[in-house]
């Protein structure tokens, strides 16, 4: 009765649906044109002058002084933030002149070193010195022992400016170390140990926490074929996978799965919430003051904040938490805020914090799928059953996806609809929870944990053939040629038809064209 003669007072008066709709769409567009502003930028051979920058930015204010929209300005935005972050990070990188040499530098682990074939990888914070970046990846072959995130370390090694393949349609590398601002690459040939004392503990707490659970599942599980599936469900690491076991994710579509996502963040802020609203609830019984809503709201934006930066604070986890701290702002400020209004908001946030995030193939598949979402649901007034809504939801991701997908990766996986229908909720619901409980008793009670840790990696590899089998099938996945510009039009407009509230006839064109664009060949 308290909340409710709480929310009657603070309820919100109910503005014109025109002008909210105007809103809405001016902060749709303004998200729209940053992230163009960005591409335009990022999409360039070489960074432009400063002389492109001010034409660029007269000619964005000149548009939106003749159409009168003040949100196109977010297009210069866009492009002046990613220019001069950009140029920042190219400007940090090696110095040639220092290629090839034997160099002896100092400074602290930035990372949770990871293990790979013969030896371990990290990223190292070097201490200033002329010429070297600020942050270079090393791989030390044949440890003899094993490095902890934050440690101090004097090291002879050999670097390189950042370079690979130059495949058209494949992974970009030196893409990829520009925008974590890897400034050099290369191995250590010797290394001495300073330690690590609490001033480096205090410099990265959550750098720290993050190596330490990883270490402890490392000690509980061993070597087992689990192993990397837990540590990347608890804080975002999956060194320990074999190629077998990507390759089954890569061809089912099920990789998303394996590190720490949207989907499980919102789950457990969900999960806090529900514990805190519950809690209020006891506490109002006994006099005390304070809406159970609020207790909610604070409790599940602050768990997802956390578990995002225990995941790394990658693109996707950066997505939700901050759609998670807007909708709850949104809600403690009684103030309307709608899903659309929410990712956009979000997208700005990742844009203005990273302005590199678009080289990420993450940036566009966690939007994406969200922005698939809302473009499936809407416009529909039919009521559905909850198995059938999260069918059609599974297959509109798949089929919306496919522009993303074809771009990133090359191909498509056909069987992966029907995966996910099994093993979102699976993974969501029972695996990933086991899999934090466990974690928690690790750290807390360590026998009990060990027990509760084997138990959650036992459930994953007796559950792995519903990913396994399917990917083994010859037809799992289709490979997609380089594509022409008719065919990438006839890609995107097929699957925006598919996904729009359209008539029958209107979606299955969109259909006709999305799968005649995967057929085609030069």
Not at 171 to 184: F, I, K, Q, S, T
Not at 313 to 329: D, E, F, K, N
């Amino acid at each position: 009765r308290r909340d409710r003669r709480l929310a009657a007072r603070t309820r919100p008066r109910h503005a014109d649906p025109a002008n909210q709709r105007k809103r809405g769409g001016t902060v749709i567009l303004a998200a729209v044109a940053w992230l163009l502003g960005a591409c335009a930028l990022l999409l360039q051979p070489t960074l432009p002058g400063v002389g492109a920058l001010a034409l660029v930015c007269l000619a964005t204010a000149a548009v939106a002084a003749v159409f009168r929209r003040a949100a196109v300005l977010a297009f210069a935005a866009g492009y002046a933030l990613t220019w001069q972050q950009g140029g920042e990070r190219v400007a940090v990188r090696l110095d040639p002149n220092l290629e090839g040499q034997s160099l002896s530098i100092g400074g602290s682990i930035a990372s949770v070193p990871q293990a790979v074939a013969d030896g371990v990888r990290f990223r190292f914070a070097t201490d200033a010195q002329a010429g070297l970046p600020p942050l270079v990846e090393l791989t030390w072959y044949e440890p003899d022992r094993r490095l902890r995130a934050a440690e101090r370390l004097e090291l002879e090694v050999r670097l390189r400016r950042p370079r690979g393949f130059a495949n058209p349609g494949g992974a970009d590398y030196e893409a990829r170390m520009l925008r974590e601002n890897v400034g050099a690459t290369g191995y250590v040939r010797s290394l001495e140990s300073a330690g690590r004392s609490w001033r480096d503990v205090a410099r990265w707490p959550v750098l720290v926490t993050r190596d330490e659970i990883h270490a402890a599942t490392r000690r509980a599980l061993g070597d087992r074929p689990a192993t990397g599936i837990v540590a990347g469900l608890s804080v975002g690491l999956q060194d320990a996978l074999s190629t077998a076991q990507w390759r089954d994710l890569a061809r089912s579509g099920t990789s998303h799965l394996m590190a720490i996502s949207g989907t499980h963040i919102g789950m457990l802020a969900a999960m806090a919430a529900w514990l805190a609203a519950g809690l209020q609830r006891l506490r109002q019984r006994r006099g005390a003051l304070g809406a159970a809503r609020d207790a909610a709201v604070v409790a599940g934006s602050v768990t997802a904040i956390a578990y995002s930066s225990l995941a790394g604070w990658s693109v996707p986890t950066q997505r939700t938490a901050i759609m998670i701290g807007l909708v709850a702002l949104a809600l403690r400020l009684r103030r309307r805020v709608g899903p659309g209004d929410a990712l956009a908001l979000g997208a700005i946030a990742v844009l203005a914090c990273e302005p590199l995030a678009p080289l990420a193939v993450g940036f566009w598949l966690s939007f994406g799928a969200v922005g698939v979402i809302l473009l499936a649901t809407s416009g529909s007034l039919a009521r559905t059953g909850w198995l059938r809504g999260y069918a059609q939801v599974q297959i509109a991701v798949t089929a919306g996806l496919v522009p993303v997908l074809v771009g990133s990766f090359g191909s498509v996986s056909i069987v992966s609809a029907g995966v996910n229908l099994v093993a979102i909720p699976l993974y969501t619901l029972v695996i990933v929870p086991a899999v934090l409980v466990s974690t928690g008793l690790v750290l807390m009670v360590p026998g009990i944990g060990t027990l509760a840790m084997h138990g959650v990696a036992w459930l994953i590899e007796a559950t792995w053939p519903l990913i396994g089998v399917p990917a083994g099938w010859s037809w799992a996945t289709w490979g997609v040629a380089g594509l022409s510009p008719w065919a990438w039009c006839a890609l995107v407009v097929g699957a925006a038809a598919a996904l729009a509230p359209l008539p029958p006839p209107g979606r299955v064109a969109g259909v006709v064209l999305l799968v005649a664009a995967c057929g085609w060949r030069a």
